[in-house]
């Protein structure tokens, strides 16, 4: 029985797929885990600093994007300070973790 979180992340994988993401060393969402919860299971082996998955910058929800949307782009363009301030915050966190996250995350 397929619910529907697994159909929107169906729906959602589909479409990264569309717009060029690369996926194929990841199974998301996978129930095949080590206690049989929802999560991610690599398909083929992955290796030091290798990524796991690419998905292109378009896709990728980023302020130039929101300021460009027809729904909430009038509302980012209004409150671009805020913005700008969370995206600051969001980039020195990055920095202190990024030996962390960077093996695993390519933008296109």
């Keep these: ?27 998301w969402p996978a129930s095949s885990t080590v206690d049989g919860v929802r999560g991610a299971v690599a398909r083929k082996d992955i290796g030091t600093n290798e ?5 292109p910058f378009k896709v990728m929800m980023a302020a130039p994007h929101a300021s460009e949307s027809k729904e909430i782009g009038a509302m980012v363009q209004a409150e ?12 020195k966190e ?4 990024q030996e962390m996250i960077e093996p695993n995350l390519v933008a296109q």
Excluded: H, R, Y
């Design 1 to 27: 029985m397929t619910s529907d979180a697994d159909e929107e992340a169906a729906c959602l994988m589909k479409w990264l797929k569309e717009n060029g993401a690369v996926t194929d060393k990841v199974q």
């Design 51 to 55: 990524p796991m998955f690419a998905i």
């Design 80 to 91: 671009q300070s805020i913005l700008v301030g969370d995206l600051t915050l969001a980039v």
């Design 94 to 97: 990055l920095l202190k973790s």
